[in-house]
């Protein structure tokens, strides 16, 4: 088959858009560590100059990064003055780490995962896993910071209220499970609001589940919020009125075993909420902008963390509602529909 010029053209233009793309993760990064877009957010139209004393770092190179956060779009210049500022978008997802907007979670996240690449191409070879402790600490961190604006955004305001009858419980007080907590943002969002419930965060790493109880501490919630180290299959207690699961079922490597262990803690009449990243259950479907962050995060984290665990079932970040509905419904549950969702996320109820 001939090339069409035009064609070739097209895609060329949408590689190096793509590299444009890749180094400028690796400056966001930059200007997240250094406070760049914080003194800019706060300052108003600078000089590089300017920008370099604020934030103790060197002209020269704050210039050079200014240059490239501006042929990005990520910083805004005015020619005329020869200024840079960033235009209130611009520091709502940048400057804001409480705005529902804030991106720079994602990038630090995703440039630590990148650096596992040669043990992910052989992992390709292979055919192994690549567990989630086995990454650059900067990637649970990352997570973390990705995921808090939309948990603190729609976790109390719409999710838990969606579910049915479980934010009466929660007020009342009720008994919670948060299995695969991570850093453990979703379980301290859930103890500031429910203050008369008690909550467990679980995960299966030491090092998140050290830096949740400071966190918690941090909070003040330590009275009614704990954590505990455990595998989504083997954390204890019974009788909860409701198991969470933050964005990780995807994650495990047994998740219909994890699906019964929930069916087995849960209460007669309790409730397991699966928060799960959005996607459709056609691949064409998901062949979008969010589907490419998602499908990109699984392949570099989320299906090696599973093939790295018992039964290496691999549903990966966009297994999509109806393959996560074979799953739960294999591990003992009855009723399960979607509750909400949101852009980025899928919101499913289970019930025994």
Same mark, same amino acid.
């Given at each position: 088959?001939? !090339?069409? &010029?035009?064609?070739?053209?097209?895609?060329?233009?949408?590689?190096?858009?793509?590299?444009?793309?890749?180094?400028?993760?690796?400056?966001?990064?930059?200007?997240?560590?250094?406070?760049?877009?914080?003194?800019?957010?706060?300052?108003?139209?600078?000089?590089? %100059?300017?920008?370099?004393? *604020?934030?103790?770092?060197?002209? *020269?190179?704050?210039?050079?990064?200014?240059?490239?956060?501006?042929?990005?779009?990520?910083?805004?210049?005015?020619?005329?003055?020869?200024?840079?500022?960033? =235009?209130?978008?611009?520091? =709502?997802?940048?400057?804001?780490?409480?705005?529902?907007?804030?991106?720079?979670?994602?990038? &630090?996240?995703?440039?630590?995962?990148?650096?596992?690449?040669?043990?992910?191409?052989?992992?390709?070879?292979?055919?192994?896993?690549?567990?989630?402790?086995?990454?650059?600490?900067?990637?649970?961190?990352?997570?973390?910071?990705?995921? $808090?604006?939309?948990?603190? %955004?729609?976790? #109390?305001?719409?999710? !838990?209220?969606?579910?049915?009858?479980?934010?009466?419980?929660?007020?009342?007080?009720?008994?919670?499970?948060?299995?695969?907590?991570?850093?453990?943002?979703?379980?301290?969002?859930?103890? &500031?609001?429910?203050?008369?419930?008690?909550?467990?965060?679980?995960?299966?790493?030491?090092? =998140?589940?050290? *830096?949740? $109880?400071?966190?918690?501490?941090?909070?003040?919630?330590?009275?009614?919020?704990?954590?505990?180290? %455990?595998?989504?299959?083997?954390?204890?207690?019974?009788?909860?009125?409701?198991?969470?699961?933050?964005?990780?079922?995807?994650?495990?490597?047994?998740?219909?075993?994890?699906?019964?262990?929930? *069916?087995?803690?849960?209460?007669?009449?309790?409730?397991?909420?699966?928060?799960?990243?959005?996607?459709?259950?056609?691949?064409?479907?998901?062949?979008?902008? #969010?589907?490419? #962050?998602?499908?990109?995060?699984?392949?570099?984290?989320?299906?090696?963390? =599973?093939?790295? &665990?018992? #039964?290496?079932?691999?549903?990966?970040?966009?297994?999509?509602?109806? $393959?996560?509905?074979?799953?739960?419904?294999?591990?003992?549950?009855?009723?399960?529909?979607?509750?909400?969702?949101?852009?980025?996320?899928?919101?499913?109820?289970?019930?025994?």
């Amino acid at each position: 088959m001939g !090339i069409d &010029q035009a064609r070739l053209d097209e895609f060329v233009g949408k590689a190096v858009g793509d590299l444009g793309s890749a180094l400028t993760a690796a400056l966001v990064v930059v200007g997240d560590k250094l406070g760049l877009y914080k003194a800019l957010a706060q300052a108003g139209p600078l000089t590089p %100059a300017e920008l370099a004393a *604020r934030t103790r770092t060197t002209e *020269r190179y704050v210039r050079e990064w200014l240059n490239a956060q501006a042929a990005a779009g990520y910083v805004t210049y005015d020619a005329g003055r020869a200024l840079y500022f960033l =235009s209130p978008e611009q520091a =709502s997802a940048l400057a804001d780490e409480n705005s529902p907007a804030f991106v720079l979670g994602g990038f &630090q996240a995703m440039t630590a995962a990148m650096k596992a690449e040669p043990k992910l191409t052989e992992a390709f070879r292979t055919g192994k896993g690549l567990g989630w402790h086995e990454h650059d600490t900067n990637l649970f961190e990352g997570t973390e910071r990705f995921f $808090r604006p939309g948990y603190r %955004a729609n976790l #109390v305001n719409s999710w !838990i209220p969606a579910l049915d009858g479980v934010e009466t419980k929660l007020k009342a007080g009720a008994k919670v499970a948060d299995v695969g907590c991570g850093l453990g943002t979703s379980t301290i969002l859930l103890g &500031q609001a429910y203050p008369n419930s008690t909550i467990v965060g679980f995960d299966y790493h030491a090092l =998140s589940i050290e *830096r949740a $109880r400071e966190k918690a501490a941090a909070a003040g919630v330590s009275d009614h919020v704990q954590f505990e180290v %455990a595998p989504a299959k083997e954390y204890p207690g019974r009788d909860y009125d409701l198991v969470a699961c933050f964005d990780c079922l995807h994650d495990m490597g047994d998740p219909i075993g994890a699906a019964a262990h929930v *069916r087995s803690t849960l209460s007669t009449d309790g409730t397991w909420m699966i928060v799960e990243p959005f996607a459709n259950d056609r691949v064409e479907d998901n062949l979008n902008p #969010v589907g490419r #962050v998602f499908y990109s995060a699984s392949t570099l984290i989320c299906t090696p963390a =599973s093939l790295a &665990q018992e #039964v290496g079932l691999g549903l990966g970040a966009q297994a999509g509602e109806s $393959r996560l509905r074979e799953v739960v419904m294999a591990g003992g549950f009855s009723r399960f529909r979607r509750a909400t969702q949101t852009p980025f996320n899928l919101i499913l109820e289970a019930r025994p």
